[in-house]
């Protein structure tokens, strides 16, 4: 089974400052999608970022940016010139399309406070 | 992206009844919906894969008699937790899988209080 882990239950950081969030996972599959979901005190779900396997360059969105480290199973996400409206719940998120119905499996979540 | 609706947003019910969630796409043919829950500060924990037309698969250790799911056109899917206890209370959320973009929309999420 699948499994993603986050190390950090809790992160902060001040604002304009860049931040990196931890997540690992463990698959022996090699086609597979990554994610880092935003979910801040609304609760509303955020996709902030997608990563396919298959695909070596890293992702970016604006200021979010992964680091994907496939042979290491490493998917980190940073967040360069960290505002206030950044503090939320993250989560890290692996999917293997099809074989498992497209199932999301989520990390335990990093909760990131950003500062004044 | 699909827009997807949870209804009611907040639900108080009583302990030994049953409450219904709704959950509905837009704009968007949802095949197949996912039901999460989550307790504060915690993950989501994936409880049932609801297909259209077809009989709901729940994950181990969820009660399907519990957590009736009910998905009978391409725009809704439904949840009832029946006889609800106090630990019930969570934080329900769906979903709604698109089988080609690899991704899935988010319901705005219902939050169940069992008194």
């Known amino acids: 089974a699948q499994t993603v882990t986050q190390s950090q239950p809790e992160m902060s950081v001040q604002e304009a400052e860049t931040v990196t969030l931890s997540c690992t996972y463990d698959?022996?599959?090699?086609?597979?999608?990554l994610f880092w979901y935003k979910q801040p005190p609304s609760r509303q779900m955020i996709l902030v970022i997608r990563q396919e396997a298959y695909k070596q360059q890293n992702a970016t969105e604006n200021r979010f940016s992964v680091n994907f480290q496939k042979a290491a199973k490493s998917f980190s996400l940073k967040i360069s010139d960290s505002q206030l409206g950044d503090t939320a719940m993250y989560f890290c998120?692996?999917?293997?399309?099809?074989?498992?119905?497209?199932?999301?499996?989520f990390g335990a979540g990093t909760i990131l406070r950003v500062k004044s | 992206g699909a827009v997807v609706s949870q209804h009611p947003s907040w639900v108080i019910c009583k302990s030994g009844t049953s409450v219904k969630i709704e959950c509905r796409s837009l704009?968007?043919?949802?095949?197949?919906m996912f039901w999460y829950r989550q307790f504060p500060k915690q993950s989501l924990m994936l409880m049932a894969t609801s297909n259209e037309g077809s009989k709901a698969t729940y994950e181990q250790g969820v009660e399907k008699d519990k957590f009736l799911i009910n998905h009978a056109s391409l725009t809704l899917s439904t949840l009832t937790v029946t006889s609800a206890h106090p630990e019930d209370s969570s934080f329900y959320i769906c979903t709604l899988a698109a089988p080609l973009a690899y991704e899935q929309y988010f319901g705005p999420g219902t939050r169940l209080t069992v008194t």
């Open positions: 998120a692996f999917m293997k399309p099809w074989e498992y119905g497209n199932k999301l499996v």
């Open positions: 698959t022996s599959e090699n086609n597979y999608y």
């Open positions: 704009d968007f043919q949802a095949t197949t």
